[in-house]
T-cell receptor, first 115, second 112 residues
Framework: DTEVTQTPKHLVMGMTNKKSLKCEQH?????MYWYKQKAKKPPELMFV???????INESVPSRFSPECPNSSLLNLHLHALQPEDSALYLC??????????????FGPGTRLLVL | EDQVTQSPEALRLQEGESSSLNCSYT??????LFWYRQDPGKGPEFLFT???AGEEKEKERLKATLTKKESFLHITAPKPEDSATYLC?????????????FGQGTILTVHP
């Protein structure tokens, strides 16, 4: 089973709101990723967690705050977003903590609209 | 800098008309090349991982191959349900941990 789940499926928020995206996997994977995907573009990496520790932050603005409470859960806290942050937010997981040459399995995504 | 280029950008086929999608790359030390299928508004669905030149993998109507400079995704006798965007991505020695470099994708449309 290679299932990654994400909630909610859709989210509409104002620029002053605080919201969170949730990602869950029960495959025992040790690496988890957040990606952002704009329309007609490939996914762009935002954050990588390895063994529940943040290992990569791709210079993401501080209005996006990731959290990895345990090895199965990954959250993305959103605050004071801008309309240009509207996108499909994807979570992915990888089996080992190294990430090297490793297949990443993606969730269905959360479609975010910032008004 | 690692680069991935996919061609064509869009491909229209008739049902049953076989064809190939191309993913050419320049990297410093390939660690893995990945093919994904993505339907509109959904997350990428994993298809294949290739690690070394000469490697081939098959799944139903799809076959992926790898050389030192490019990968092909061959689609045999496609059906309308094969319509999707196909993404090629790679992980290479010149990039940071686990980071995938994606191509721009090929939009495949299969007409009945």
């Amino acid at each position: 089973d290679t299932e990654v789940t994400q909630t909610p499926k859709h989210l509409v928020m104002g620029m002053t709101n605080k919201k969170s995206l949730k990602c869950e996997q029960h495959m025992g994977h040790r690496a988890m990723y957040w990606y952002k995907q704009k329309a007609k573009k490939p996914p762009e990496l935002m954050f990588v967690y390895s063994y529940e520790k943040l290992s990569i932050n791709e210079s993401v603005p501080s209005r996006f705050s990731p959290e990895c409470p345990n090895s199965s859960l990954l959250n993305l806290h959103l605050h004071a977003l801008q309309p240009e942050d509207s996108a499909l937010y994807l979570c992915a997981s990888g089996r080992t903590g190294s990430g090297i040459g490793e297949t990443q399995y993606f969730g269905p995504g959360t479609r975010l609209l910032v008004l | 800098e690692d680069q991935v280029t996919q061609s064509p950008e869009a491909l229209r086929l008739q049902e049953g008309e076989s064809s190939s999608l191309n993913c050419s790359y320049t990297v410093s030390g390939l660690r893995g090349l990945f093919w994904y299928r993505q339907d509109p508004g959904k997350g990428p669905e994993f298809l294949f991982t290739l690690y070394s030149a000469g490697e081939e993998k098959e799944k139903e109507r799809l076959k992926a191959t790898l050389t030192k400079k490019e990968s092909f995704l061959h689609i045999t006798a496609p059906k309308p349900e094969d319509s999707a965007t196909y993404l090629c991505a790679l992980n290479a020695g010149g990039t940071s941990y686990g980071k995938l470099t994606f191509g721009q994708g090929t939009i495949l449309t299969v007409h009945p």
